[in-house]
């Protein structure tokens, strides 16, 4: 089962806790599990990041391998939950919005990747 990674776990393992300039060899031995699809994130990720247009950003844009499209799927089991639990999810202006995808019920499974 994949490990989903979402927007403010990337922002804090990289600008707070594990700098990619201070951790390099740790930043590297996560080649392995997203090239092998053990670390995943949602496409919603990589379109947060954009918008800041960081270091994050460029390290995310290298590794698009990881990010997985929101389906219809996805996106109809997102609602459903999202419906059922309406607390999971801080729909405040400040809130991040690639959480809510990141979730092995959410994710199911996927067949295909978006070419950027």
Same mark, same amino acid.
């Given at each position: 089962?994949?490990?989903?990674?979402?927007?403010?776990? +990337?922002?804090?393992? +990289?600008?707070?806790?594990?700098?990619?300039?201070?951790?390099?060899?740790?930043?590297?031995?996560? %080649?392995?599990?997203?090239?092998?699809?053990?670390? *995943?994130?949602?496409?919603?990720?990589? *379109?947060?990041?954009?918008?800041?247009?960081?270091?994050?950003?460029?390290?995310?844009?290298?590794?698009?391998?990881?990010? *997985?499209?929101?389906? %219809?799927?996805?996106?109809? /089991?997102?609602? %459903?939950?999202?419906?059922?639990?309406?607390?999971? *999810?801080?729909?405040?202006?400040?809130?991040?919005?690639?959480?809510?995808?990141?979730?092995?019920?959410?994710?199911?499974?996927?067949? /295909? /990747?978006?070419? +950027?």
């Amino acid at each position: 089962m994949p490990f989903c990674v979402d927007t403010s776990a +990337w922002m804090d393992g +990289w600008q707070r806790y594990y700098p990619q300039d201070v951790f390099p060899s740790l930043w590297a031995k996560l %080649e392995e599990p997203i090239s092998s699809g053990q670390i *995943v994130s949602s496409e919603e990720v990589y *379109v947060e990041l954009k918008k800041k247009a960081d270091d994050l950003h460029d390290w995310i844009k290298g590794h698009k391998n990881m990010l *997985v499209p929101l389906s %219809e799927q996805i996106q109809r /089991r997102s609602s %459903e939950l999202l419906i059922e639990y309406p607390r999971l *999810v801080d729909n405040s202006a400040r809130a991040l919005h690639g959480g809510p995808f990141c979730n092995r019920d959410r994710l199911g499974t996927w067949s /295909r /990747r978006r070419n +950027w």
